[in-house]
């Protein structure tokens, strides 16, 4: 397998759009919106004058399958908050996730030098919260009724993992298909 963190280009801002208003993405996203690409082309703006954040198409094999995103890296504080999805039916369940998530705590903590990475999962989202939990990151905190979404309150889970426990108990230890960062 070839993986590649692809920059985004305006090019994918359609593919990206598609992905993020396919039901099984967009039912552990916060908010739902409408399909509009003035909206696309605006949020592109924004993320692309933004230096405290980083977006990559996830592409495996020359295909282009999901987006992952670090934002509010803090150099002061040493530490960011990361999210991704795989829009691509073709690629789930086939370890993609795994390495997404082990490339992305070796570049936060070797390329990009911070502490600690964190992250926020619907509740309702098991299965992240158990990837996250295998690759080192532990629950945080709870805040309950957090995000109000199609006519209901729900809960969301705060993760972290700090670089210490990354390097005793996740680094080497699993097998790791290196991506290329763009």
């Known amino acids: 397998m070839k993986l590649v963190f692809k920059n985004i280009k305006p090019d994918d801002l359609e593919m990206i759009l598609k992905w993020r208003t ?3 993405v967009s039912k552990y996203m916060y908010t739902d919106f409408e399909p509009s690409m003035a909206k696309q082309k605006k949020w592109y703006v924004q993320i692309s004058e ?4 980083k977006d990559w198409v996830i592409n495996v094999d020359g295909e282009d399958v999901g987006l992952l995103s670090i934002v509010r890296i803090d150099n002061v504080n040493r530490r960011c908050e990361w999210a991704y999805y795989l829009g691509s039916p073709n690629v ?10 082990l490339n992305v705590l070796e570049y936060v ?6 502490n600690k990475l964190c ?15 295998k690759y080192g990151s532990v629950v945080e905190g709870n805040r309950r009724q957090q995000i109000y979404k199609n006519g209901e309150f729900l ?3 705060e993760m ?3 670089k210490e426990d990354w390097e005793k108990n996740i680094h ?11």
């Open 155 to 157: 809960d969301i889970i």
């Open 109 to 114: 903590f070797e390329k990009l030098g911070l």
């Open 172 to 182: 080497g230890k699993h097998e790791l298909v290196k991506a290329v960062f763009e």
């Open 22 to 24: 396919m039901p099984e």
């Open 119 to 133: 992250c926020e999962v619907l509740k309702e989202n098991e299965l992240v919260v158990k990837i996250h939990e």
């Open 92 to 101: 789930r369940g086939k370890g993609i996730g795994k390495n997404v998530e």
């Open 50 to 53: 933004d230096q405290t954040r």
């Open 160 to 162: 972290g993992i700090l």
